[in-house]
């Protein structure tokens, strides 16, 4: 059974950096980062696809955020830089355990596995 585990939310001022960790147990294709704000369903910011294909990003983070992986270490990581408020919100790690994910993707319905989620607040 493949577990996440996200860490390294936190609070920031505006312009600020954070970066995000997510210990990965079991096989996983595609990962991706999701964010939620209270009341709206869960919206993908940044996405990786299985075997190094490619990357994927919401318009509003492109290039501020990037997502990348350490096969080695079992961790996927984003790095957010540039913090806006209404980057504010409790942030998932996903992930595809089909195999096959190979193409990054931004859809929710595109991964079965969720961590728990690690808050980030950026103030003014």
């Known amino acids: 059974q493949v577990q996440l585990v996200e860490s390294g939310g936190g609070s920031v001022q505006a312009g600020g950096s954070l970066s995000l960790s997510c210990a990965v147990s079991g096989y996983t294709s595609r990962m991706g980062w999701f964010r939620q704000y209270p009341g709206k369903e869960r919206e993908g910011v940044a996405a990786?696809?299985?075997?190094?294909?490619?990357?994927s990003y919401a318009d509003s983070v492109r290039g501020r955020f990037t997502i990348s992986e350490d096969n080695a270490k079992n961790t996927l990581y984003l790095q957010m830089n540039s913090l806006k408020p209404e980057d504010s919100a409790l942030y998932y790690c996903?992930?595809?355990?089909?195999?096959?994910?190979?193409?990054?993707?931004?859809?929710?319905?595109?991964?079965?596995?969720w961590g728990q989620g690690t808050q980030v607040t950026v103030s003014l």
């Open positions: 990786i696809g299985g075997g190094g294909g490619g990357t």
């Open positions: 996903a992930a595809d355990t089909h195999v096959g994910g190979w193409f990054p993707s931004l859809n929710l319905q595109s991964y079965n596995c």
